[in-house]
Every structure is written in structure tokens, then in C-alpha cells.
């Protein structure tokens, strides 16, 4: 679970999936699936994107 709106994510795969308006455990209106190792690096910019929109980092 990304704690981003899935409209601020640039997620150029399409593996972001919206659940703001179901029910779900965690905190975040994204969930991101991690399903093999080769995803790593793609979730992991995913991450960085809901990091930088929480904490800021000067860009936007």
C-alpha cells in the first residue's frame, strides 16, 4: 500500500490499482503488487514517488 493518490502516481506499467473506495488493511489509497524479483526496481520507484509527495523534496 502506497500512501499516494493514484492520480499523483506516474506509474507507467499500470500496476497501481486504486482501493480509496473499498475496504482494505493498510494505510494508502494505492496498492502496488510486488509479484517477482524484476518488479523490484520498478516498486521501488513507485515507493520513492509516495515518499517525495509525502515528505517533499523541492519538486512537483
Same mark, same amino acid.
Given at each position: 500500500?502506497?500512501? +499516494?493518490? +493514484?492520480?499523483?502516481?506516474? $506509474?507507467? %506499467? %499500470?500496476? &497501481?490499482? $486504486?482501493v !480509496?473506495?473499498?475496504?482494505?488493511?493498510?494505510?494508502?489509497?494505492?496498492?502496488?503488487?510486488? *509479484? !517477482?524479483? !524484476?518488479? =523490484?526496481?520498478?516498486?521501488?520507484?513507485?515507493?520513492?514517488? &509516495?515518499? *517525495?509527495?509525502? =515528505?517533499? $523534496?523541492? *519538486? *512537483?
Amino acid at each position: 500500500m502506497l500512501n +499516494i493518490p +493514484i492520480s499523483a502516481l506516474r $506509474d507507467d %506499467r %499500470r500496476v &497501481a490499482r $486504486d482501493v !480509496s473506495q473499498i475496504g482494505h488493511w493498510g494505510v494508502g489509497d494505492t496498492q502496488v503488487p510486488l *509479484e !517477482s524479483n !524484476s518488479d =523490484f526496481g520498478y516498486v521501488l520507484g513507485l515507493v520513492r514517488q &509516495a515518499y *517525495e509527495y509525502q =515528505f517533499g $523534496d523541492g *519538486e *512537483e
